[in-house]
């Protein structure tokens, strides 16, 4: 990892705000020039690296606001007014390369945990600790689905960059029970693959649990509880297993598992080395399909494949799923025109009648996205590949500037402005996944 903490900007003023009918800025706004910081031979990317870190990271910091007590990330736009999960990780991974940023940090993950507490109190004990989608401030109503859950690799991530064993000591525990309440409550028939739900029973709140409109779940209905007949029971779990989302949870518990050892906890890193290796197992028995030369979605219950491959197919890359032949086969895959388009990697299959460049979820490319597939690539060894697709997503939010996501053949910018999500950007390029766009701190010899 050629990862260091390597941005010297002037450390955020914390100071509390009342709710004044719009969310306040919690950091200064003052930064040190990259430029002094990071070496890199193209204008350009030093240009897109500070725009990255004044506006997708530090400008999306915000004073507490009912019901979060603590500093959050607001993601972007005016829609977005609560702290997600998947969305806040990607800010917190390069907020934790800035000096004097522990507290922040620990706040920013003491707003999961607050909620955790919240939930236990009014919810039966089938649903406790469960971490919502996005703790949205007052008067929004509580969202009663979860997210994408990338907390523990976020942790990770962080300890990585800082050192920092009290963030450890505040999250291992907690994180653990949020897995358990996953497999609980998405792994209803205990086979080890992920579904989607909601306690609200509405179908589209499950959706959000993933990729929004991954063409996969089209079908997608809610059921009761397959073998729980408890009173106050409703529709509330999918009946589609996502590979994304199981591949998501895997890489998650991968990271707990070592962090585990680090503390010290060995019975946490057994047990949850033991929930692993059931689900890559489950995985590939039951998600690869060799013609598709991928992971695709299955009926929760009769485990028949949905013969279309998204933009969830190929997270079990980045989760180290697939074995070295199935990442090969993958890679061929992604190779083909179905994948490569003007802007890769579309969100679904280009052949499927469903796609259109421009579609959220069903055709349109994500820098996040595209960061966690260069990154599963590389680390099977297809380093060209990921490259290409690296280059690829940093060279158009050069011209066309940095958005939430982007049509896969024009690359115009769609959907929000310097989204927070979007300082993957950056991240492809410090974590040397990158070929043409070069960035390093000053001083630091170049990757080999």
């Keep these: 990892m050629n990862r260091r903490r390597v941005l010297k900007i002037a450390s955020s003023g914390i100071t ?5 009918g719009q969310l306040v800025i919690a950091a200064d706004e003052k930064t040190t020039d990259i430029r002094d910081l990071l070496e ?6 030093l240009s897109l690296t500070q725009r ?6 530090l400008e999306k910091l915000r004073t507490p606001v009912e019901p979060l007590k603590h500093t959050w990330v607001q993601p972007g736009g005016p829609y977005y007014k609560g702290q997600w999960i998947w969305d806040t990780m990607f800010v917190v991974d390069l907020l934790s390369l800035l000096p004097d940023k522990k507290n922040v940090i620990r706040d920013i993950f003491q707003n999961y945990w607050d909620f955790q507490d919240r939930w236990n109190q009014q919810r039966p004990a089938y649903a406790h600790d469960m971490v919502t989608v996005a703790i949205k401030t007052a008067p929004q109503e509580v969202r009663q689905f979860s997210q994408i859950p990338i907390l523990a690799w976020g942790v990770e991530r962080i300890y990585q960059h800082n050192g920092d064993k009290e963030l450890l000591s505040q999250c291992l525990g907690r994180l653990e029970r949020f897995h358990d309440w996953f497999w609980r409550e998405r792994d209803v028939t205990d086979i080890g693959l992920i579904a989607v739900g909601s306690y609200s029973g509405i179908l589209q709140h499950a959706r959000w649990e993933t990729f929004d409109y991954d063409c996969a779940m089209d079908d997608l209905k809610l059921t009761p509880h397959p073998t729980r007949k408890g009173p106050n029971e409703g529709a509330w779990y999918g009946d589609i297993c996502m590979a994304g989302n199981t591949a998501y949870l895997i890489l998650g518990e991968r990271s707990l598992a070592r962090l585990a050892t680090i503390a010290g906890d060995a019975a946490m890193a057994a047990r949850r080395t033991q929930r692993i290796e059931k689900a890559v197992k489950a995985m590939c028995d039951h998600m690869w399909d060799e013609k ?3 992971f695709l979605a299955v009926k929760r219950d009769s485990l028949e494949k949905i013969p279309v491959a998204t933009i969830g197919s190929w997270i079990p890359l980045t989760a180290g799923v697939p074995t070295k032949e199935m990442a090969k086969r993958m890679a061929e895959v992604l190779r083909t025109p179905a994948w490569q388009t003007p802007l890769p990697v579309p969100t679904v299959d280009r052949t499927d009648k469903r796609w259109k460049s421009d579609a959220f979820w069903r055709g349109d490319v994500w820098p996040s996205t595209n960061y ?3 990154s599963g690539l590389a680390a099977y060894g297809h ?6 697709i690296a280059d690829k997503t940093i060279a158009n939010a050069i011209k066309n500037g940095i958005s939430e996501h982007y049509d896969s053949v024009s690359g115009a910018p769609l959907g929000i402005k310097d989204y ?6 950056v991240t492809m390029m410090l974590d040397g996944l990158t070929q043409k766009h070069r960035l390093k701190p000053r001083g630091e010899r170049p990757a080999p």
């Design 16 to 20: 509390l705000s009342p709710w004044l």
């Design 40 to 45: 890199s031979d193209d204008a350009e990317v």
């Design 52 to 57: 990255v870190f004044d506006k997708c990271i």
């Design 292 to 294: 598709a030369g991928t």
């Design 372 to 374: 966690q597939i260069a």
């Design 383 to 388: 380093a060209d590949l990921a490259a290409d």
């Design 420 to 425: 927070c999500m979007s300082s993957t950007l």
